[in-house]
């Protein structure tokens, strides 16, 4: 089985982010049967008012503005899909890894109000 490694933009994305969810996310790449990488980390505010003013984020109080979400895109086949199956098969391995490591991830693909498959947050009740 191939192991994946994030590349170096990835792995910029992942400046700022909590070490806990770095692990976690590195650790998901190579076990994961997809490759992906890191869209987004850290956020600013005025990014955060920006996404949802275009409706992509419900909240101004983000996650990603304290470094504790990414957001990630699925490459399978070197190529970008947003099918749901491949952020299924990426978050079944984070969830497992959660368990292992004890370190609690939400998933934005299992929210009622926003099915967000590309984001993966610590929990706030661990991480506050």
């Known amino acids: 089985m191939e192991h994946f490694k994030f590349s170096k933009s990835s792995e910029d994305n992942l400046k700022g982010v909590h070490p806990d969810l770095c692990i976690i996310m590195r650790k ?20 955060q008012l920006e996404l949802v003013a275009k409706g992509r984020s419900l909240t101004n109080n983000s996650r990603h503005i304290t470094g504790h979400a990414v957001d990630i895109f699925a490459l399978p086949n070197n ?44 929990s706030r009740k661990d991480y506050p």
Not at 103 to 116: A, P, T
């Open 28 to 47: 998901a790449l190579a076990l994961s049967p997809v490759d992906f990488g890191i869209s987004e980390g850290l956020r600013n505010k005025k990014r």
């Open 79 to 122: 190529a970008i899909s947003w099918e749901f199956k491949y952020y299924q098969a990426i978050a079944n391995i984070v969830s497992e890894l959660s368990k292992t490591l004890s370190i609690e991830i939400e998933w934005g693909g299992k929210w009622d109000d926003l099915n967000d498959g590309t984001h993966f947050e610590l």
